[in-house]
């Protein structure tokens, strides 16, 4: 294995017990690209939410650490398969809030990191809870 660069190969071709090299040719060997894997977390209600009162979501890629390349890019926020909206990584952690009013219900949110030319494209768990009036008005 050799780095980016210039190196020289030869071949060696054996047939019957005969083997000869070729000439030497120099061969441009390119730098493999930086590919990271992501891991992106979702962090939402750990329980039942006032229907008219806003909701803050929470993402952030968790195997980031400042020795890697920052990442880049978005992480959009879904219920279901509903975009609720998209909000660029955040300088400083790799990372997105999102706050939104749910309608009365039930939720299954989401999120999803774009990825970038290392950082690779990543769907954190749901989270699921419901939205009520009756959670702010008993």
């Keep these: 294995r050799s780095s980016a660069g210039t190196t020289t190969v030869q071949a060696k071709v054996c047939y019957a017990s005969v083997c000869t ?59 279901q398969d509903n975009l609720l909206g998209s909000v660029p990584v955040s300088s400083g952690e790799p990372e997105a809030l999102f706050s939104t009013v749910f309608p009365e219900g039930n939720h299954s949110v989401w999120s999803k990191y774009s990825g970038d030319s290392v950082w690779t494209p990543e769907e954190s768990t749901t989270v699921g809870f419901a939205s009520d009036f009756y959670v702010c008005n008993p």
């Design 21 to 79: 090299n070729s000439a030497p040719v120099d061969v441009i060997v390119g730098a493999a690209p930086l590919v990271m894997s992501t891991v992106l977390n979702l962090v939402g209600p750990s329980g039942d939410v006032c229907d008219s009162v806003p909701v803050q979501l929470y993402a952030y890629i968790a195997n980031w650490d400042p020795d890697k390349p920052y990442p880049t890019g978005t992480i959009s926020f879904f219920d």
